[in-house]
């Protein structure tokens, strides 16, 4: 089979760029299992870094407290993000609507110092008046959904817009009240949509850094703050342990619901491809 | 909306809807206007003061029934007359449009040949792109300082095979710098670029080469042309964060390349000047106003493309 001279350049392009985005993280999981105490010196294959990632509380401190905010992350973040997409699917015309949606979409882009300063200059403000909240994992929470209701509504937006509108009219036809009709027809068909918002946000919160130094306060340090300092200071071999145990964790979570939502959308095409035929 | 739906909602059914319609916009609306418009206007205000010994000023005082208001525009003043705020802001924003223009460069080709390879093929490279976007992206740019250092990896594969002699210095330069932002915000050009080629009507391309364009004609005046919007908002995605970036400066830039984002960091952690950073801030501001709202523009275009 001859290959033409665009396929090959296109085949190039694509391997390169991959590499590109690959190399770092590659070399990161190789270098985790190095003897040696000079991390970029080969030293030969040891799991002492595994063993001193085992015994190092400030790390495993550090991301029990990120789990527990990338979990209630992701929970208000999808929450919110819902309610943010269907106003903006729904409602065409309502007083402030281009205020709201410049609202939505900027954290997406706004330089993180800046959502990070100007939140916790806020609080200050606000717990100077009222004498809370005091900083830690609630700030830290909230600097975390405001970024995240973002991505959230991207996400379940556009899902929305794939949506056939002809399904919920058929509820409201058939009687169903309008919380009837969200909970039995929209809420299922945009259910996947939302556990990619989930799974996004939590991602996005488990990673975040910048908001979390500005919103944080003593003793509610999150493993990225513990990561980013140990980084400042040089190169160090825990960062590598911690790298090539969040590459497994995700690789695994990814492949597993890319089968589950491949799965799910068969399923779904089936019974549509059903239900058509039924009619 | 369906004729039928009058006929069914009754005067409970239009109650709810309109209690519900409220509920909806209100409850996202509430919280972006106190989580996300006010702390701007408290940054804007408290750039407006300046700091006493421990804590900064308030603007509004208000002592025996005289409400005062008391602006302090020194910080503006001063950070006209230093050089460090002007050249790290012209740095910054020569920094994000070299960045942006090599992202565009690398990711146009790729997110056109992905949008023209095998349906059957494309979940698979999009999910190849995403991937490393779901892994520590702090993590990803440490990697880069133990592939560019002095003692780093490129270096010494390069010194063992006999390329070169000496360490080649790379890290803390603003190539590494460019480097680390290109690697960091490539997916975010390529996503909207390919969402934008995958969409595109072939048969246009088709009519052009039919009437006589050669295939680089018609990409340069059908193709481009039509995935400009893609073009915007990658571009807008990638140029507006990095003028602010902090991470990638601080830990793969150099002295030569300082970041307005890091001057707000500096401002704030290590001088504890609340109201020089909140200046720093409102003045960056500034700068990405008119790129965020050509994104805003754009999202809301994208957004009312919908079916619906």
Known sequence: MKISVGEMTSRFWMLAVFFFLYLPIFTLIIFSFNESPMVSNWGGFSLRWYEALAKDTEIIDGFKLSLRVAFSTGCSSVILGTFAALTLHRFKRFPGRTLFAGMVNSPLVMPEVIIGLSLLLMLVQVQRMFGFPDRGFGTIWLGHTLLGMAYATVIILSRLQEMSPSLEEAAQDLGSRPLQVFFLITLPLISQAIASAWLLTFTLSLDDVVISAFLNGPGSTTMPITIFSRARLGLSPSVNTVATLTVAVVSVGVFAASILMSRAEKRRALEMAAAYRGG | ?308
């Open chain 2, 1 to 308: 909306m369906a004729p039928s739906t009058h006929k069914v909602s009754s005067l409970y059914g239009k109650v709810t809807g309109a209690w519900g319609r409220t509920a909806v916009i209100s409850v996202p609306m509430i919280f972006l206007l106190i989580v996300f418009l006010l702390p701007f206007l408290v940054v804007f205000k408290i750039s407006l003061s300046e700091m006493d010994a421990v804590f900064f000023k308030d603007v509004w005082t208000w002592k025996e029934d005289v409400i005062a208001l008391t602006v302090r525009y020194g910080n503006y003043v001063s950070l006209t007359q230093d050089s460090l705020y002007i050249n790290s802001y012209l740095s910054s924003l020569k920094i994000a449009g070299i960045t942006t223009v090599i992202c565009l460069g690398i990711a146009y080709p790729f997110a056109y040949f992905m949008a023209r390879s095998p349906a059957d093929r494309r979940p698979t490279l999009l999910m190849l792109v995403m991937l490393p976007f779901w892994t520590s992206f702090l993590l990803r740019v440490y990697a880069w300082k133990m592939l560019l250092a002095d003692s780093g990896v490129f270096n010494n594969v390069a010194i063992a095979i006999g390329l070169i002699g000496e360490p080649v210095k790379m890290m803390n330069t603003p190539f590494s710098l460019v480097l680390g932002m290109v690697y960091t915000y490539v997916p975010f050009m390529i996503l909207p670029l390919y969402a934008n080629l995958v969409k595109m009507d072939l048969r246009l391309l088709e009519a052009a080469l039919d009437l006589g364009a050669t295939p680089w004609q018609a990409f340069w005046r059908i193709t481009v042309p039509l995935s400009k919007s893609g073009i915007i908002a990658g571009s807008m995605l990638v140029f507006i964060p990095c003028v602010g970036e902090f991470v990638i400066p601080d830990l793969l830039g150099g002295p030569e390349t300082l970041m307005i984002g890091h001057v707000l960091w500096d401002e704030f952690f290590s001088n504890n000047d609340w109201p020089m950073a909140a200046t720093v801030a409102v003045v960056m501001v500034g700068l990405i106003i008119v790129p965020l709202s050509l994104f805003n523009k754009y999202q809301a275009e994208s957004t009312e493309g919908g079916r619906a």
